[in-house]
């Protein structure tokens, strides 16, 4: 497709270099979205959670997003402050905020992010979390796309009272809407790729991908379509789209390997409408496996979140949140958002 400038991006990728990125010692840190500031500067926006809690489920419950900087896109990036912090179980964010993605449009910051809330107690440090815990069966039902707006990328922000994209019974998206990746063309009208999940009795079934869009950021957001948008074999997450001018592309995660030749590796496929998707010739766009400017190479346990930095027009860094250890989020010891260089094409 005409425009589409992260094709073949997996051969553009640059040795990473070891000492930049977001790295908070007593954290897990995930995601990761960044934005050339007013003041000229670099700012991260992460998720966060204090690691007495387990990597996962802990984000469910403890997870907080934040904002750090840098005088250049690679970092090290500097933490700043809490962006939008637990705020109460009465407000259906009011819990958790994640998979931040930040987007300037004219003199607005507007930062998607998945929120959810649950009415129990909060954990204490030594408090054994896993995924049948009463509180995280609560917070992942619960689990809504939203936005928050502010004209300084310091804030303040603007916190909505309600989701952007509910749940519809009955539909694909029953269960849980997340995982935000907007497009906000130039007239303000958006196109946003969402994960989510159908009620099936009393549990929820498999990950689906949606699409909705909108005439303006602040919404009403509409889904287009009464099915996921790709089909059962194209079994994706975390997916990044961009208009090419021409329609639209994106990379993701490739869930189970069998379309990009790699587990959890990155995969590349265009659109004309956002709806109709198709795998590029070349479709895989990353790997696992990082080149660090020290020379070695290393195979992450988990490479995903990915963010694209566009700076005049072309992409000049991926943002991923990666995790040490063999691989599956128990066996992480650290995670961290790495900045890897993109060489022009």
Known sequence: MKGALLNNLSGRLLPAPRNGGFHLEDYWVWCGSAVRGEDGRFHLFASR????????????????????????????????????????????????THNPHIVKHGDTYILYYMGTTHPLAEPLPGEELTLEDPRVIVARANKRVGIAVSKSVSGPWERMDAPILPVRPGRFDSFLTS?????????????????????????????????????????????????????????????????????YELIAKDMEGSLCGEKHGGIHAVSPDG??????????????????????EQTMGSLERPFILFQDGRP??????VADGPGGFRQAARTWNQVIPIAEE
Request: hydrophobic share 35%.
């Open 49 to 96: 959670w204090p690691k007495w809690l387990p990597m996962h489920p802990g984000w469910l419950i403890g997870s907080e997003i934040v904002r750090a900087s840098a005088d250049r896109p690679e970092g090290p990036y500097v933490m700043e402050e809490v962006v939008l912090q637990s705020r109460g179980a009465e407000y259906w964010d009011g819990r958790s």
């Open 179 to 247: 995982n935000p990746a907007p497009c906000i063309r130039e007239d303000g009208s958006v196109l946003l790729i969402y994960k989510a999940r159908r009620y099936e009795g009393v549990a929820h079934g498999k990950m689906t991908i949606g699409v909705a869009c909108a005439d303006h950021y602040n919404g009403p957001y509409r889904v287009l379509s009464e099915e996921p948008v790709f089909p059962p074999e194209f079994h994706i997450e975390d997916p990044f789209i961009r208009f090419t001018g021409q329609g």
């Open 275 to 296: 709806l109709q998707w198709q795998l590029s010739a070349s479709p895989k766009s990353y790997s696992r496996t990082i080149r660090w400017d020290d020379g070695t």
């Open 316 to 321: 000049t860094h991926l943002f991923a949140a």
